[in-house]
């Protein structure tokens, strides 16, 4: 894939700290609600959020484009709102790559360096190192317009790193490239930032893309910072009730908290859940308040579905439904599940398909089945975002 | 086989598709331009028109002293109104493009074309005469206490030609600005140029064919003014335009005029092959668009 070995020394770029930074437009709109955030030296940051939640205004306001209407952004410890942009130490790659339509591959990686009127020489060897990195040997000479998606992203990519920032800021780069290509970008921008090793902050609205290659992600909703934290934090103790549904899908209810006790690492609760017309067990990384309402969450992967006339496995703090298949979906690698309890309510659940032997009878529509689920793999989240 | 008979067919129909196009412009552009450059080989009548004999003195007559002054006058006057049209129209239509009252500022730089070319140049005529509206506004705002003299000078001539041909400038340069990608002047910023670099860099070489296309609708028609000349200029201002007239009306040399007809006719096509050679590249481009979306989709099925 890309031979990192060509990059020279990395870089160790900056962290970036936001502070309390507001941005309002047309005088009642609230772009940017009081947003705070450090991101580390070197870290791989994902901004997501739906469109229009200010993901990219905060960039911009990062890169120089807009302003802040109070609020400080620092590069370390150094305030940077008073530098316009060409004067930051940051780089952006565009959603639309905005490529220079009248250079070439090679001379838009050579933009930078030909504003610094460097020699001839010294132009070219560092832009064939960057042409390289991104694998553009073969199309370094053509137009824009002649160029792939992929290729001219590959050359967003390296004019963007030309000029050594200490913190590339990456605005959805592959939102309009097509799966398959997405995903082999993806990987490559991941080693491109293993080896560069400057800070990057990625823009997306896709949960996979910011799941799988981030070292932290925050998400945000309404101009406001809902959570930030580790993929796996996010995914499997989201803070709210929108972080939950917004990435990957889950179950949701409303519940009211009946007891909470410490249980090992964690906290046990009973909770009431009117949907399902039932109490439910579930762990918690907090303790909560009796009589607190809630939502509880659980992810519909981890819920167990078999036909009811099997046994499921018995253990403390389970929880068990029964139910009938109202739809099952077939999607190769697993099926969905949509199952209909007694009272009416439709849980969701996902199967992963194992080896023909080992998965067990076929589960169909309007079979009978129970499903179940640990209590520490439900979850508790905060009702309003 | 029957591909070829095909295309074979279908270039024929092509021609009689556009045979009404032919015919119209043999009538009404190529006999007429023949007559004039007919004209300008024959001798002068004694009354006008012309006697059907080949003289090359039509054009021996162009290197006047006097004719040759008017030629550098009308080439200084047109190069510096055109300059000074692009100038106007490059702010201008940025400003048209970024605002969102577009419609309404397109509208006020079409909407005077509506309007007859001598009513507003006397509309001018009125505005900057002696005893007209800026004058009587400068003096009785105590300004000055002597009318200055704003007519029938040089000054006067650029000044309408200006206010006549700058649409035919702003149109084009706005088709173009409002085309392009302003994302680029981010891009630019972002890369280290400052804001005057990123315009030069950037914005310049992308608009080019629209500024070139106004470059050649300000300048061809204002390289041929007559009517300017001749009711706000002095008597030093003629044009070209004034002394095909006079050659045509007063002096009766018709294949003076006629070869004076001539060279307006090359300059302009000159210009017009210049404008026909940068569009030709945009069609190559758009040409080049569709190749990389074939290889893109090969690419895809690859």
């Known amino acids: 894939m890309v031979d990192v070995s060509l990059v020279s020394t990395p870089k160790k770029g900056v962290s970036v700290t936001v502070a309390n930074v507001t941005r309002v437009y047309g005088g009642s709109f609230k772009a940017l609600d009081d947003v705070s955030m450090k991101i580390e030296k070197g870290e791989f940051f994902s901004l997501l959020g739906p469109s229009g939640c200010g993901k990219t205004t905060l960039l911009r306001i990062i890169a120089g484009f807009d302003s802040p209407d109070s609020g400080d952004v620092f590069f370390d410890d150094k305030s940077i709102l008073s530098l316009p942009p060409e004067k930051r130490s940051s780089n952006t790659v565009f959603q639309t790559y905005a490529l220079f339509p009248h250079l070439t591959a090679y001379e838009n990686i050579a933009f930078p360096l030909r504003l610094k009127k460097l020699d001839e020489k010294t132009v070219d060897e560092r832009v064939m190192k960057y ?152 762990t918690d990384w907090d303790p909560q308040d ?96 | 086989m029957g591909r070829r008979i095909d295309k074979k067919r279908s270039v024929i129909l092509g021609y009689s598709y556009s045979s009404p196009m032919g015919i119209w412009l043999s009538i009404f552009f190529v006999v007429p331009l023949s007559i004039i450059v007919a004209y300008s080989f024959m001798k002068k009548g004694l009354y006008g028109g012309v006697i059907n004999e080949f003289s090359i003195k039509a054009y021996k007559d162009i290197f006047n002293p006097n004719f040759l002054s008017t030629v550098w006058r009308t080439l200084w006057i047109s190069v510096l109104s055109t300059a000074i049209c692009i100038l106007i129209s490059i702010p201008c239509s940025y400003a048209m493009a970024r605002s969102k009252r577009q419609t309404l500022l397109l509208a006020l730089v079409i909407i005077p074309f509506w309007t007859n070319s001598l009513i507003r140049i006397y509309a001018w005529i009125n505005f900057l005469s002696t005893e007209g509206f800026f004058n009587n506004l400068l003096m009785s705002l105590g300004i000055i206490s002597e009318p200055l003299s704003l007519i029938y000078n040089h000054f006067s001539v650029i000044l309408v030609l200006i206010y006549m041909y700058l649409p035919f400038a702003i149109l084009p340069i706005f088709t173009v600005i409002d085309k392009f990608d302003f994302s680029l002047l981010d891009a630019a910023r972002d890369l280290g140029a400052t804001k005057f670099m990123s315009f030069i860099k950037v914005m310049i070489p992308n608009i080019k064919s629209g500024i070139t296309t106004a470059l050649v609708f300000t300048f061809i028609p204002m390289f041929g003014a007559y009517e300017v000349p001749l009711l706000v200029g002095g008597m030093d201002s003629a044009m070209v335009g004034n002394i095909i007239v006079d050659q045509v009306q007063k002096t009766r040399n018709w294949p003076l005029a006629a070869s004076f007809s001539v060279i307006l006719t090359i300059v302009s096509m000159i210009g017009v092959i210049w404008v026909m050679r940068t569009s030709r590249n945009e069609v190559k481009m758009k040409k080049d668009n569709k190749i990389a979306e074939e290889t893109f989709k090969k690419e895809a099925k690859v």
């Open chain 1, 131 to 282: 042409v390289r990195l991104v694998q553009l040997d073969e199309h370094m000479h053509k137009k824009p317009n002649m160029l792939s998606g992929g290729q001219k992203q590959r050359v967003a990519i390296a004019r963007a790193l030309i000029n050594e920032p200490s913190v590339l800021l990456l605005d959805e780069p592959l939102s309009a490239l097509d799966a398959k290509l997405r995903q082999n970008l993806l990987v490559e921008l991941d080693e491109i930032h293993d080896k560069v090793g400057v800070t990057f902050i990625y823009v997306t609205h896709d949960q996979s893309e910011a799941l799988s290659v981030s070292d932290r992600i925050a998400i945000i909703n309404h101009g406001k910072v809902l959570q930030i934290g580790t993929p796996y934090e996010i995914y499997e103790a989201p803070a709210t009730e929108f972080v939950a549904r917004f990435i990957g899908e889950t179950n949701i209810y409303d519940c009211t908290v009946l007891s909470c006790e410490q249980y090992g690492d964690e906290y046990m609760c009973l909770v009431d859940v009117p949907a399902l017309d039932t109490k439910v067990w579930v």
């Open chain 1, 290 to 385: 009796v009589g607190a309402e809630l939502k509880f969450t659980i992810r519909p992967e981890k819920i167990q579905i078999v036909l009811s006339d099997e046994k499921v496995a018995h253990m403390d703090h389970l929880n068990v439904f029964k139910g009938i298949v109202d739809e099952p979906v077939y999607s190769g690698f697993q099926s969905k599940f949509y199952v209909k309890l007694a009272n009416g309510e439709t849980v969701k659940v996902f199967k992963q398909h194992s080896t023909f032997l080992d998965d067990g009878p076929e589960i169909e529509w309007k079979d009978s089945v129970s499903i179940a689920w640990r209590a520490v793999d439900g979850y508790l989240v905060k009702e309003k975002d």
